[in-house]
């Protein structure tokens, strides 16, 4: 099976950040890659490095020393055109579409990808807790943005997991808001989207907060969605599936006439992407395991008025889950 | 013809982080999209919004409406996954790969553009400038990297263009290396890569620094690479080839004998991608034109002892370029 997705390349082989592919055979498992990575390669352990400029030519010279016929490949994670060239490059051998398997085994979180995703989530929170005094009338989405980044990276994040999102007043009904230059005013509602990446792991984490009066029709949207995560949070557990997470979140806020404005899935994994399997969403029928740590964030967004969104990571357990962003 | 690249459908509809597609036609352009966009989607000037939770049906709709049998695709923004579900959502229209269009309109930078690599540019530069005082025996990879990410951050940058590379001592002969632990030593080489993201323009800059003593071989190897990115500067004109300007930049480096130690191609274009077209490489044919911005980055790297690098964007005009980060 030949690896492109580049996360995975780096899940399986130990070496994120390089770029390259992971080819694996019952003969053997190569990391080929380009010369710029030719040292990061030599500590893939169980790998075989190939350092080449021409990573078709050795994928062939490979496949024909060890007379591969088949071959699965991600189709997910090459392009149209990059999967041509595969075919054009490896003639005579047949190329079986395989998905999500490495996916699905990043699902599922070792001890040591918790630690560090806790570690995030930790970062997250702190640098939130430490920023929260400069909400306050005058200062703007982008300068709080920009004091959030700064406070993660100085307690110990290697970086952002996402682009921070911080929205004040009507801004707060887009979902996946940019900061602005809008500066906070008295009454308004202010969302913080923010997470940490921390040894290549991420955290997610979302928060509004009330900068003074509350409209009646926020606060009820708030409650909402307070109470449908937490039904969320109560039904989590090994073997439920996440479709029906997603389900029982919808059908509360529908029953509370607002299901219109729910506009996304309940969640997702988070992992070395932020953004990863399985989904909170009606589609994805995945049974939670223990092991796997995902979002649950329901919102609620009133066009022209403001948005409401929860959303905290939670763990797998035996019997239920833990929430890792209290 | 259908747009799926990211940043191609933020640059034709002027909507950078929105998650859609954009579909040009002879009747007219339409930005498809999901309720979490809705908002951005209507200030897309051009564009007619399409928000929905089904693009393909969408799509299908569109299309038969507008009676369209053949339809570009870009075969290098789609997944192979992606491009089987489109065949198959729009079943009697005849798709056509179509490369690099939107791209090569990226190439070319607008006053605009310019002004804000200009400024990502002067933000890095201005970083480094103030944070370099932090480079003496006893601080680590990593907490350099912190300290220049919070200067960006802090000096009016969005975020990082990509992840700081800080390296030192033998870490340098790693092109790509990864901020570690690793302390710096007396005698040790130095090397910071960084660009900061302003407005959704990217910068890109590297400088190495000799902490003490310098080795006789680094010596000679970083005077080869400042001439040879001086001499790739004073080629570097509109009609010029990118190949021809990478060749002769790595002539000259094979000429004093370090040839296989320069590992990667000589530079890339910079934009709303750090690495976009065209590329200062022997396969890329473009002929440069005023208004392109590219990197011009020269290295030489010896396994065990270390790496040099020099980096510098240049702006293409009229009669020659123009160097962005003096």
């Not at 970062?123 to 982008?142: A, C, H, N, W």
């Amino acid at each position: 099976m030949l690896i492109s997705g580049h996360k995975n390349v780096g899940y399986l082989t130990g070496t994120l950040g390089i770029e390259g592919l992971a080819l694996i055979t019952r003969s053997g498992s190569f990391l080929i890659t380009d010369p710029r990575f030719s040292q990061e390669a030599q500590s893939a352990a169980g790998f075989i490095p190939e350092i080449t400029k021409s990573p078709l030519a050795t994928m062939r010279k490979i496949t024909r020393s060890l007379k591969i016929r088949r071959l699965g490949f991600e189709p997910n994670n090459i392009s149209y055109a990059g999967f041509n060239k595969l075919k054009k490059g490896l003639k005579g051998i047949t190329l079986i579409p395989v998905s999500g398997r490495v996916e699905k085994l990043r699902a599922v979180k070792t001890d040591k990808e918790i630690a560090c995703i806790k570690r995030a989530a930790k970062i997250t929170l702190k640098s939130l807790t430490q920023v929260k005094r400069f909400i306050r009338p005058g200062i703007s989405e982008k300068d709080l943005a920009a004091r959030l980044d700064m406070a993660l990276r100085h307690n110990g994040a290697e970086g952002n997991a996402f682009p921070t999102i911080v929205a004040s007043g009507p801004n707060t009904a887009k979902p996946h808001a940019r900061p602005t230059a809008r500066k906070f005013r008295l009454n308004d509602i202010i969302m913080i989207d923010i997470g940490a990446n921390y040894m290549g792991y991420s955290s997610d984490l979302t928060r509004v907060f009330f900068l003074g009066r509350i409209s009646a029709n926020l606060k009820r949207a708030y409650k909402i969605v307070k109470e449908a995560q937490e039904k969320a949070i109560r039904a989590i557990r090994p073997g439920v599936r996440a479709s029906k997470i997603d389900g029982l979140t919808r059908n509360y806020i529908e029953s509370k006439g607002f299901g219109k404005y729910f506009t996304h899935s309940l969640g997702h994994g988070v992992g070395l992407d932020v953004h990863e399997s399985p989904r909170f969403s009606g589609k994805d029928k995945t049974p939670l395991l223990k092991g796997m740590v995902l979002t649950v964030e329901p919102g609620i967004y009133l066009p022209g008025e403001g948005g409401v969104r929860v959303e905290d990571m939670v763990l797998v357990t035996k019997r239920g889950c833990v929430v890792l962003t209290r």
